[in-house]
């Protein structure tokens, strides 16, 4: 999964999501920037352990982005963010 953003929005949200990065019970999980892009690779040999972790890690994703926007809005009206690629 890959989503673009400012290289310092896609840096503090991959940090943020630190927490998820594992490698578990089959199931890999590594959140990285590529400059202003966020990349997601995942990988499971368990489709419902995948599905839940994918579940959460797009919950996070979506506070992270969400939060970004209003700061955004706030501070530099007409930027934009989170375009899924």
Known sequence: MECQYSEEAAYAI?????????DE??????????????????ESTNLPKLLSVLDDLLRCLSVCD???STTEASSAPGQGTGEEG
């Open 14 to 22: 991959a940090m943020s999501l630190q927490p998820d990065n594992k």
């Open 25 to 42: 019970g089959g199931t890999s999980v590594r959140t990285f920037t590529k400059g202003a892009t966020l990349v997601t690779e995942m």
């Open 66 to 68: 969400r939060l970004l």
